[in-house]
């Protein structure tokens, strides 16, 4: 029973009053822990900037620790009134909130996006099925944690009755300025269009900074054509930075390096390839490794090439654009002294080659050049001249991209055994469902005679260096053609298995014998699979890459894919959908259409 009277008012009042110290020292500790993300974000290129981040990041977790005291604690303390009991449920709900947020931090150092519901299941899960690796240290933490909070909250107790004097005023008002400051300038800044303030606004969890363009145009005191002019000009002026790699690698160079040819078809998907549509590419794949439950990491082909040779998610690409960095995977290949040949259907003139994965290359020709079917022949032949010119004194790697697929294209003297067929394509014209089967049967045609191309390249390679090239074939993306009967076409426009789901094959001479894996795999995971098994990378995966091994075999993983506004979680027979406005959705992996059982959308935390 609770106490009643004076004893009970009492005891509520000194239990109040040890609560906000509680929730003072525990402000002090989340700022220690979400200091990480003040170096994972990187610090703003100028003074206010760099200011705005100290003051927000301040006000945000004083708010935030505050907010879950008045939530959680505050309202037990007048059910329990017990010294005791309110100290342990104060220590376990702290305990909690900083592990929630220390977790929060190691999501973010990776994908640049904070947690929600979802996610934090398919963390827990792949903990569960994992070694202690990256996880270990939660039974470390948590423990210690919970001991540490019960130490501070009975020391608090003590300490708060021999105190005299307040000290509430002086320790909370530089806190509440600290959280008015952070929105008062946000909106400031928001209607300035002033990046480096506004670019800050994803960086801590559950943060909403306030915004007034509207109420700010409608007193006159914007111009609203003014902010528009200012909006457009910052648009493609991404104020991140990448730190990537994490930290140095550790190498030990292998004596004697293989050649690596990396063809990418892109737009070919993984059902494509059998005996009839692809006879070339299917033998070859019974002969070497094929790996049948495989995902790229985007539906576009400039986001599935940066994270097949970054291996990280696409919303880094333009960061790497910027800054002019190339994968790791590059820098290595030229440490270890290998000749380059880089060959692409449409030509390699694209920022994404230019500026970010070749950009470290000395000598390389970024010019425009044909697409298409000619294109895709162009490339194949300008290989097969170049490989000639290769001796064994050094190893090459070669790029090889086709992309006929992508515009369902095909030379003007071939027709295709695929009929009916759709002769010509009206890129104006929305696709309809009464020609899906003609259309289809362009796509087949197509793919039929980049098989071609494939068994061209493939047999120009093996004559050419016999067992000591590692062949890599696999697409950027797949196709879509209504297959799920949601008016869903081509690629880009969804994250169906359809449009992720390609195939991979590999020759690796000497080493391994023909296997057919069904494991889940992902394309971020083909970058530290060279790098530890070919290039002799010592350094832990995760310090450049958010991928694993090809030959781990984890049938929980989940697998991730994305572009600069959306994140899709693959894992078992569930995708969830994330937008850049937290909300999610649950799909079925077989259609692709809403679970009945699960919320079809939820809000969660903030975006990058």
């Not at 206010?48 to 990041?57: A, D, T």
């Not at 202690?132 to 933490?141: H, K, Y």
């Not at 359809?498 to 971020?524: E, K």
Request: net charge neutral.
């Amino acid at each position: 029973m609770l106490e009643t009277g004076n004893l009970y008012r009492d005891n509520v009042s000194r239990l109040i009053g040890w609560g906000h110290w509680l929730v003072f020292f525990n402000i002090l500790l989340a700022l220690l822990v979400s200091s990480r993300y003040l170096m994972i974000a990187g610090w703003p290129d100028t003074p206010l900037g760099i200011g705005y981040m100290l003051v927000s990041w301040v006000g945000h977790f004083a708010f935030l620790a505050f907010f879950t005291y008045l939530l959680t604690l505050f309202p037990l303390t007048f059910l329990f009134a017990r010294i005791r009991a309110v100290q342990f449920i104060g220590a376990a709900i702290a305990t909690g909130a900083l592990t929630l947020l220390l977790v929060d931090t190691q999501v973010f150092s990776l994908f640049k996006f904070h947690l929600n519901p979802t996610v934090w299941r398919l963390l827990l899960e792949q903990a569960q099925a994992e070694e202690a690796s990256g996880w270990g240290w939660l039974f470390v933490w948590v423990p210690v944690l919970f001991l540490f909070e019960l130490w501070l909250a009975g020391w608090l107790w003590r300490w708060s009755q021999r105190r005299r004097r307040s000290l509430t005023l002086p320790l909370a008002l530089p806190l509440l300025v600290s959280f008015f400051l952070t929105h008062s300038v946000h909106i400031w800044a928001d209607a300035l269009v002033y990046t480096p303030i506004t670019d800050q606004k994803a960086n801590f969890p559950l943060s909403y900074p306030m915004t007034a363009k509207s109420f700010l145009i409608k007193q006159g005191w914007l111009d609203e054509d003014q902010y528009r002019q200012l909006s457009q000009q910052v648009a493609e002026q991404p104020g991140r930075r990448l730190n990537y790699p994490l930290r140095p690698l550790s190498v030990q160079a292998p004596d004697k390096a293989p050649n690596i040819l990396l063809v990418v078809a892109d737009g070919l998907r993984a059902d494509q390839l059998d005996a009839i549509t692809m006879p070339n590419l299917n033998r070859f794949a019974s002969r070497h490794l094929r790996f049948d439950n495989h995902l790229s990491a985007g539906n576009r082909p400039h986001t599935s090439l940066f994270s097949l040779f970054y291996s990280l998610p696409a919303h880094y690409h333009r960061d790497a654009e910027q800054e002019g960095m190339a994968p790791v995977l590059l820098d290595e290949l030229q440490r270890q002294d290998y000749r380059f040949g880089l060959f692409a259907s449409g030509g390699l003139d694209k920022p994404l080659y230019q500026d970010a994965i070749f950009s470290t290359l000395r000598n390389q020709p970024f010019e425009a050049a044909a697409g298409g079917a000619t294109g895709d022949r162009q490339a194949v032949a300008d290989f097969g001249v170049w490989l000639e010119q290769q001796d064994e004194q050094r190893p090459w790697f070669s790029f090889v991209y086709l992309d006929a697929l992508n515009e369902l294209d095909l030379p003007a003297d071939t027709e295709g055994p695929f009929q009916p067929s759709l002769k010509q394509l009206n890129p104006v014209r929305a696709y309809q469902n009464e020609q899906r089967d003609a259309l289809f049967n362009r796509y087949r045609n197509a793919v039929f005679y980049t098989d071609r191309l494939l068994g061209q390249l493939l047999a120009r390679v093996k004559q050419a260096t016999g067992d000591n090239t590692l062949v890599i074939v696999t697409s950027g993306h797949g196709m879509e053609f209504n297959d799920n009967d949601n008016n869903t076409w081509g690629f880009g426009t969804a994250y169906s298995p359809y449009q992720l789901r390609v195939p991979l094959i590999i020759d690796w001479p000497g080493q391994r014998q023909p296997a057919l894996f069904n494991h889940p795999t992902s394309q971020l995971d083909l970058v530290p699979t060279l790098m530890r098994q070919v290039l002799g990378v010592q350094s832990p995966l995760r310090s450049f890459s958010t991928g694993q091994s090809l030959f781990k075999a984890d049938a929980s993983r989940w697998r991730l894919a994305s572009d600069e506004e959306e994140y899709v979680i693959y894992q078992q027979d569930d995708i969830t959908l994330f937008n850049r406005r937290g909300d999610f959705q649950l799909l079925r992996a077989q259609d692709y259409q809403p679970k009945p059982d699960a919320a079809r959308s939820c809000h969660c935390y903030c975006w990058s």
